[in-house]
């Protein structure tokens, strides 16, 4: 019994000492939406178990959408600062040094202890590409992805109209698959490639 009190004790206070942690990362300038102040906040984070939608379209409507940054409690994580569109190239135009989101995925997902090979903690490479250099060309790919999507959309579904019965998980993969290859390979070589539809 002793040990179990021990534990339960060790859990909650772990659970405090991350709480008010994560509180303190976020600057005191920066407003709040779902939280009623420091004390409760662990209490905010259980309530953002079901209504996280709602807060996310409260914080849109009061401050994103104006421009404005503010942040929102998550249920058993760092709270999540949200930043209005207009900040968005800014985001992505900083240096690694200065913003990177690649610490806090890597915490989030707990590679280090999830993974068997400790060389993965701490791989970039996929974020850097992806992240960085990918969403700075996003402006020149949209072109790219929608006539891809126009395109594949009308071939695998069809435009008569009619209704018809179709597998639609692999139509679906079919589609993302030119589209990602459209995006990475370019026009010519994406056209020979599809996946096979299961019978």
């Known amino acids: 019994?002793?040990?179990?009190l021990f534990f339960v004790t060790g859990v909650i206070a772990w659970r405090l000492y991350t709480v008010f942690s994560h509180l303190s990362t976020v600057p005191s300038k920066i407003p709040w939406v779902g939280r009623k102040g420091s004390l409760t906040y662990l209490w905010d984070?259980?309530?953002?178990?079901?209504?996280?939608?709602?807060?996310?379209?409260?914080?849109?409507?009061?401050?994103?959408?104006?421009?404005?940054?503010?942040?929102i409690p998550l249920p058993f994580s760092r709270p999540e600062i949200l930043l209005p569109r207009s900040l968005v190239k800014w985001m992505i135009s900083q240096d690694e040094s200065q913003l990177s989101p690649a610490p806090i995925q890597m915490e989030i997902v707990g590679?280090?202890?999830?993974?068997?090979?400790?060389?993965?903690?701490?791989?970039?490479?996929?974020?850097?590409?992806?992240?960085?250099?990918?969403?700075?060309?996003?402006?020149?790919?949209?072109?790219?992805?929608?006539?891809?999507?126009?395109?594949?959309?009308?071939?695998?579904?069809?435009?008569?109209?009619?209704w018809q019965e179709m597998p639609s998980h692999d139509l679906v993969r079919n589609v993302v698959a030119r589209i990602s290859t459209r995006v990475i390979l370019g026009s010519p070589l994406c056209k020979p490639f599809r996946i096979p539809c299961n019978p």
């Open 1 to 4: 019994m002793n040990t179990f």
């Open 45 to 71: 984070q259980l309530k953002a178990i079901s209504n996280t939608p709602s807060t996310i379209s409260e914080a849109y409507h009061k401050y994103s959408k104006h421009g404005l940054i503010c942040a």
């Open 111 to 162: 590679a280090k202890y999830g993974f068997g090979n400790p060389s993965v903690h701490g791989d970039f490479a996929v974020y850097s590409v992806l992240r960085a250099n990918m969403n700075r060309q996003l402006p020149k790919l949209i072109p790219a992805v929608m006539d891809e999507l126009s395109k594949r959309i009308d071939e695998h579904f069809g435009q008569n109209g009619e």
